[in-house]
C-alpha cells in the first residue's frame, strides 16, 4: 500500500514537471495569431498546420471578440461553409459545431443537425450541445432520441445537457429525465437531475418520485403516465381489423402510457 502511494505521488511530480515544461516553453513554440476576429479568420483560411487552424477555430467561437453583428455574421457563414466542406479533420469539424453553439447562431441549426446525426462520436457529442444552444423547442425530440439510444456515454449526456439547455417543457421529456434519475450510470443520473432543475427551476432533490409527485406524473412502476394524443383510425368503410382497433382505442384511451415511442430514434447513420 505504501509502495502504490509512493507511486501515485512520483506520478503526480511527473505530470507537475511535464506541465511546467510546456509553460516555460509555451510562449516561445506558439505563433502569435492575433487578437481579431479577421487575423483568426485568415488562419482558420490559409494557415498549413491545422493545430492552429483548430486554435483559431476555437477563438471564434468567442462571443466578446467581435465589434459588431456584421463581424459575427461573416464568421458564422464562414465556419458553416467549412462544415459543409468536410475537408477538415474530425477534431476541427467538431470545434466548428461548437464555436457555433457558443456564438448561439440560429441560422446554424441545419449544420448543426447534421452533426448530430454523424457517425462519428465526437461529431454527436458536439453536435448535441450545440443544438441546445441555436435549436428550436421541436430539437428536443432529437436530443431525447440521442439520450435513449447513443451507444457512447458521453453521446447521452451530452443530449440531456442539452435539454437542460433548450428548456423545452413537453411532458414526454420530462418523463424521460424523471426516468432517467434512476438508470445504473450515476453519471446520467447526476445529468438527468440538472437538466430538470434547469428546465422547471426547481429543485425537487434527487429521487425520482419526489420529481414525479412535484411535476404532476403519476407512476406505474418506473414508468410515468401523461395523456396520450388522440389515435387517428381510418373513417371509410373500417374491415374487421379497423373496428377492433377503435374498439381498443375507445377502451385504452385514458390509460394509455405516455407516448415516449414518438421519440425512438432511427439509426444514426453517416450522412450521404
Not at 96 to 117: F, P, T
Not at 148 to 168: C, F, P, Q, S, Y
Not at 230 to 243: E, H, Q
Request: proline share 7%.
Amino acid at each position: 500500500m505504501i509502495a502504490s502511494g509512493f507511486r501515485g505521488v512520483s506520478r503526480s511530480f511527473a505530470a507537475i514537471a511535464i506541465a511546467l515544461a510546456i509553460l516555460a516553453q509555451g510562449p516561445a513554440c506558439t505563433p502569435y495569431l492575433g487578437t481579431t476576429s479577421t487575423s483568426f479568420l485568415r488562419h482558420a483560411r490559409s494557415n498549413p498546420d491545422p493545430n492552429l487552424r483548430y486554435l483559431a477555430y476555437s477563438k471564434l467561437g468567442s462571443p466578446e471578440l467581435y465589434d459588431d453583428d456584421r463581424e459575427k455574421e461573416i464568421a458564422v457563414d464562414f465556419l458553416i461553409k467549412r462544415y459543409q466542406e468536410g475537408r477538415e479533420p474530425i477534431a476541427i469539424r467538431a470545434m466548428i459545431i461548437r464555436s457555433l453553439g457558443n456564438l448561439r447562431a440560429g441560422r446554424a441549426r441545419e449544420v448543426v443537425l447534421k452533426a448530430v446525426g454523424e457517425s462519428d462520436s465526437v461529431l454527436r457529442v458536439e453536435g448535441c450541445r450545440a443544438l441546445g444552444k441555436v435549436g428550436r423547442p421541436e430539437d428536443a425530440t432529437t436530443l431525447a432520441r440521442v439520450m435513449a439510444t447513443d451507444t457512447l456515454e458521453d453521446g447521452r449526456i451530452a443530449a440531456i445537457e442539452a435539454l437542460g439547455v433548450l428548456k423545452n417543457q413537453d411532458p414526454r421529456i420530462l418523463v424521460m429525465l424523471v426516468d432517467g434519475m434512476e438508470n445504473d450510470d450515476p453519471a446520467i443520473r447526476l445529468e438527468c437531475v440538472t437538466s430538470l432543475r434547469a428546465i422547471t427551476g426547481a429543485d425537487h432533490g434527487l429521487l425520482a418520485a419526489d420529481w414525479r409527485r412535484a411535476l404532476g406524473l403519476s407512476s406505474e412502476g418506473s414508468t410515468a403516465q401523461v395523456k396520450p394524443a388522440p389515435i387517428a383510425v381510418p373513417a371509410t368503410r373500417p374491415g374487421p381489423f379497423a373496428r377492433i382497433a377503435n374498439a381498443a382505442a375507445k377502451g385504452r384511451a385514458e390509460t394509455l402510457q405516455a407516448p415516449t415511442s414518438n421519440l425512438t430514434p432511427p439509426k444514426l447513420t453517416s450522412p450521404q
